[in-house]
């Protein structure tokens, strides 16, 4: 079964607090994004990677890092979170860049 | 800046009645993409269409894409409850993905 695997599902954290969200997809897929969603902004996207080794900023990335060292696993650091990364993020998985899009379950995030 | 404006963002509807979704643009896109998003879940692809004019059905869904390829809608004729949620599109466009502010939709039984 194709699946995109985000961890964790739901955190709370305080403020400075590095945190790290997982995504793993066993899909074989090169293109791999990060997005957040926020009431009333719709998915904005944070960063995505075209393949290993290759990652690019999308439209929201302050704030956040992301590496891409082997092609099933995409990492969401925040090295220093603050409440305004409070969010909802999805981690998503394409055969190619602008292609459908196969979306992780969702990692609720709560930043005090 | 590109954008895809969707419409309307909310709409509360008895069930059996008919609904229409807008996606707008002033941009031209190779294709769009419609999903749906339940509580608790991630975005779930739902049709793509391509070809300027192209309509395409989806049991009581019925999607539309612009001539000009910059817009498109998605009609649900006698809606059921089962079709609450949020109903996102997203335009293709340099190998990116333009996404709408999506739609809530409740039907109320």
């Known amino acids: 079964e194709a699946q995109v695997t985000q961890n964790p599902r739901y955190l709370i954290t305080v403020t400075g607090k590095k945190l790290t969200v997982t995504c793993s997809q066993n899909?074989?897929?090169?293109?791999m994004s990060w997005y957040r969603q926020d009431p009333g902004l719709g998915l904005r996207q944070i960063y995505y990677?075209?393949?290993?080794?290759?990652?690019d900023k999308g439209d929201v990335p302050e704030g956040y890092k992301v590496s891409r060292k082997e092609k099933r696993n995409f990492p969401l650091i925040l090295e220093s979170p603050s409440p305004n990364q409070t969010s909802l993020y999805f981690c998503a998985v394409a055969g190619t860049s602008g292609g459908e899009l196969f979306f992780g379950e969702g990692s609720r995030l709560t930043v005090l | 800046t590109q954008l895809l404006e969707q419409s309307p963002q909310f709409l509360s509807i008895q069930e059996g009645e008919n609904l229409t979704v807008y996606c707008n643009s002033s941009s031209v896109f190779s294709s769009l993409q419609w999903y749906r998003q339940e509580p608790g879940e991630g975005p779930v692809l739902l049709v793509t269409?391509?070809?300027g004019g192209e309509v395409k059905k989806l049991k009581r869904l019925t999607f539309q894409f612009g001539d000009a390829r910059k817009d498109s809608s998605l009609h649900i004729t006698a809606a059921q409850t089962g079709d609450t949620g949020l109903y996102l599109c997203a335009g293709a466009s340099n190998y990116q993905l333009i996404w709408g502010a999506g739609t809530k939709l409740i039907i109320k039984p």
């Open positions: 990677s075209m393949n290993v080794e290759v990652t």
């Open positions: 269409v391509v070809t």
């Open positions: 899909m074989n897929h090169e293109y």
